[in-house]
């Protein structure tokens, strides 16, 4: 059974940086999309970005486009999110989801596939 655990998070200025990762247990992601979702407290989960099983396309949402990089490393079975130019709205619970990709390709608001969540970490954006 594969599990995924996020850590990385944290309190941070705005303006500044974090990195989350996603590391799975159980099972390999090669084959897998992996996503990033965040829920801030009182507002519905919203799709953050996306990376493709072979690493070939990402997809972001428009709040965190050019803000934040998605990466992965089928060697080490993990993903990452890089976070820069933090702001107070991006202040939430992240979560890293996964799920079989068919078709190299994914969208970050998508959820159909995704089969497997991470328990969430939070980020807090705060001066």
């Known amino acids: 059974q594969l599990q995924l655990v996020e850590s990385g998070g944290g309190l941070v200025q705005p303006g500044g940086s974090l990195r989350l990762s996603c590391t799975a247990s159980g099972s390999s992601l090669k084959y897998n999309v992996i996503s990033w979702f965040r829920q801030a407290p009182g507002k519905e989960r919203e799709g953050v970005s996306c990376?493709?099983?072979?690493?070939?396309?990402?997809n972001y949402a428009d709040a965190v486009k050019g803000r934040f990089t998605i990466s992965r490393d089928n060697s080490k079975n993990t993903g990452y999110l890089q976070m820069d130019s933090l702001k107070p709205e991006d202040t939430a619970v992240y979560y890293c989801?996964?799920?079989?990709?068919?078709?190299?390709?994914?969208?970050?608001?998508?959820?159909?596939?995704?089969?497997?969540w991470g328990q969430g970490t939070l980020v807090t954006v705060s001066a």
């Open positions: 989801a996964t799920g079989l990709d068919s078709y190299d390709s994914c969208s970050a608001s998508q959820d159909r596939v995704l089969e497997q």
């Open positions: 990376i493709s099983r072979t690493g070939s396309r990402t």
